[in-house]
């Protein structure tokens, strides 16, 4: 689990670029072309991580006895120990010099090898290389890095043992060298495929004991079953880590999907200077030039922090903040209906301080409406005229929430979001307005083809989650989640215009001059997967977009998802701060609750 997000960083921290797999390895390639050596890339990584492991260990030990009011700090009696789990790859390499390298400092270490035979530590003859075992053309009798850092290892007497002696025993757990420190090199960059057998039994086994000796997992470079390039982790299998020391560039996977749940704190080791390394290598192949740089071009950036706003000019009125119109809460003959939908969603577009708001409901919930929103105007949903001229009042239309999903709710949503179309007015489709779309889309409506022209000029935005996104590609939702990246690209290629798929660590795309720029969103929390969150969202973000007094960048979809997320977490605490008064946790979490908690960000915000 991440450390609690820091509302002093709602201001504070710089965006981080993330990178795939691929690119990572082109980044080791051209550092290496450029003359450096493999392996010593290796020994440096390993020696950088082997002082976090101390750093991190000393940290540890400092705040436990704290915590247990000695207030001293003290060294135990016994020696730190360190149970260190290696795979064939690279990652593993890593791992064997981390052992000989704790070793080095006076650390008890024991490896624990995981797809090993016992010919594998006859170290003795072997030519050496700096080929690593990736090179599949390699020559097998040339010994690899991962080989030469596992000599290293055993030249200097570092105890180790096969995994799979002693799964086959019953007395397996005793045979295991209790541990201050596990690390996990079971898998790196390299994995691509879901761990079985004796490696899938590791990943158990590592988890099950650190969580017994309640001792810190720590990953090298990305925790083993967890894909860089997508936050994919197959069947629930990875390494549970504490903190992972992330080598070279920070990989995308990490802060999405399963990332968020299995990474803990993030330690950034960067060894190479990329961007340099990039520019170095074009240089000398003019030909490459393009490709080289397009292949360190991040393929998405990290957001930890929003964006700043200054206070209200004093000489302005409510017209000022922009005109918003709510369109959904609709009641479909027999059904009690979702009302809640577009009540949430207007009263959140208030909360971040839109000028002036019209729900165009149901008329069954006009009374609720203005029960909880006094401030609202309303407007029977059905009155297709009257609605359309709502329209071109409105600074911005937000469709879809609770519009229902019938060929009434249709037939409606077409009229409206063409209206808006002719009236040159923004678009947030959510919800019920996104499942219309898809309808549209499967039959070939031109309804389609005009809203992706119009979102080349214009401000178009779509908020699925997964599910919803899954019937916009037509695709199962397990495609989707397993590459959210290119699920988003998909959807903004097919429909145009700007987006955000919803889920840990949501992810925005929003097309800047022309440009795609990705962002993931480090903020949020599993308590805010409780209905009625997705309606909320989509009032930030319609509330945000119609502040014209707003700087661009305050007012985009990622500022939205910032500040939705960053409500959540103060309401359940993940967020540290003195101003932090309000609490409810993550069971239990309403998305009413949110509204004062947005509000709250909002003044945070404010410069
Ligand atoms: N280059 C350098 O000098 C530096 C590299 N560095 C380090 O290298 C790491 C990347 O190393 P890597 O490329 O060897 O990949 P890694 O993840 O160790 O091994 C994967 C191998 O395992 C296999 N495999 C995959 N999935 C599997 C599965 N489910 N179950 C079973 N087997 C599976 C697959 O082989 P296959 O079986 O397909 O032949 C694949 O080749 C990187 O994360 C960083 O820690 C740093 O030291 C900096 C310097
Ligand atoms: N585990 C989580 N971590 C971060 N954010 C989350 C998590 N679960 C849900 N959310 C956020 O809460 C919102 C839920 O939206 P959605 O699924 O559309 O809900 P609904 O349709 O019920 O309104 C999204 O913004 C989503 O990103």
């Known amino acids: 689990m991440r450390n609690n997000t820091n509302l002093s960083s709602i201001k504070n921290t710089k965006p981080i670029a993330l990178y795939n797999s691929e690119q990572v390895y082109a980044m080791e390639q051209a550092w290496f072309a450029e003359g450096y050596d493999s392996f010593g890339l290796m020994k ?55 052992a000989h390298y704790l070793q080095q400092a006076g650390w008890q270490v024991e490896v624990m090898t995981v797809g090993f035979s016992e010919n594998d530590f006859d170290i003795h003859d072997q030519p050496v290389t700096s080929k690593t075992p990736r090179d599949k053309d390699s020559d097998s009798r040339n010994i690899t890095d991962a080989t030469k850092a596992l000599q290293i290892a055993l030249a200097s007497s570092c105890h180790y043992q096969r995994f799979e002696d002693i799964i086959s025993h019953d007395d397996a757990g005793k045979r295991n060298l209790p541990a201050d420190i596990y690390i996990d090199a079971l898998f790196g960059i ?27 997992a720590i990953a090298v470079d990305i925790p083993s079953g967890l894909v860089a390039s997508t936050g994919e982790v197959f069947e629930r299998i990875a390494i549970q880590a504490d903190v992972t020391l992330c080598l070279i560039a920070r990989k995308f996977g990490l802060h999405t999907k399963d990332g968020t749940d299995y990474s803990g704190d993030i330690v950034d080791i960067p060894l190479i200077p990329h961007q340099e390394a990039c520019q170095q290598t074009a240089s000398h192949h003019m030909v490459a030039q393009k490709n080289a740089s397009q292949a360190f071009e991040p393929v998405a950036t990290l957001l930890t922090a929003a964006h700043s706003m200054k206070p209200r000019r004093q000489n302005s009125y409510k017209g000022s903040y922009g005109h918003v119109l709510v369109i959904g809460g609709n009641r479909v003959d027999g059904s009690q209906g979702m009302g ?22 149901h008329e069954a919930f006009h009374g609720s409406l203005l029960t909880s929103l006094p401030d609202a105007m309303t407007i029977n949903l059905h009155d297709i005229s009257g609605v359309k001229g709502l329209i071109k009042q409105a600074s911005i239309v ?79 939702i397990s495609e989707i989640e397993s590459n959210r990246l290119q699920a988003v690209k998909q959807c903004a290629a097919t429909y145009g215009g700007d987006w955000i ?10 097309q800047e001059e022309g440009k795609e720029q990705i962002y993931v969103c480090d903020v949020g929390n599993a308590g805010m997967a409780t209905a009625g969150m997705g309606d909320v969202l989509s009032g930030v973000t319609t509330g945000l977009l119609a502040q014209q007094d707003l700087s661009a960048e305050a007012r985009s979809l990622h500022q939205a998802v910032l500040i939705h997320g960053f409500a959540g977490d103060v309401l359940v605490n993940q967020a540290n701060s003195d101003t932090n008064t309000l609490l409810v946790g993550q069971r239990g979490l309403q998305a009413q609750d949110m509204l004062a908690a947005i509000r709250h960000v909002m003044q945070l915000m404010i410069v």
């Open 501 to 510: 798929l919803k889920g840990a660590g949501s992810l925005v795309l929003e």
């Open 398 to 476: 937000a469709i879809g929430m609770g519009l229902g999903r019938d060929e009434k709710a249709k037939t409606l949503f077409i009229n409206y979001v063409q209206a808006a179309i002719e009236n040159e007015k923004s678009i947030v489709i959510d919800a019920d307005g996104l499942y219309h779309l898809a309808s549209l889309h499967m039959g070939n409506h031109e309804l389609i083809t005009e809203l992706r022209e119009y979102s080349a000029n214009h401000q178009v935005c779509l908020t699925p989650h997964s599910g919803e996104a899954a019937r916009l590609l037509d695709q199962k």
């Open 44 to 98: 440096q990584a390993a020696w950088q991580m082997t002082q976090q492991i101390e750093q991190i260990y000393e940290r540890k030990t400092v705040s436990t006895s704290h915590s247990a009011n000695t207030n001293v700090y003290h060294r135990s009696a016994h020696p730190r120990r360190a149970s260190i789990w290696v795979g064939k790859g690279n990652n593993g390499g890593d791992g064997w010099l981390i």
């Open 190 to 216: 390299g994995l691509d495929r879901a761990p079985e057998g004796a490696y899938k039994a590791a990943i158990n086994a590592f988890n099950n004991v650190t969580q017994q000796n309640n001792a810190l």
């Open 340 to 361: 809640g939908a577009a009540i949430l969603s207007a009263a959140s577009t208030m909360a971040t301080g839109a000028g002036k708001i019209t729900v165009a409901c």
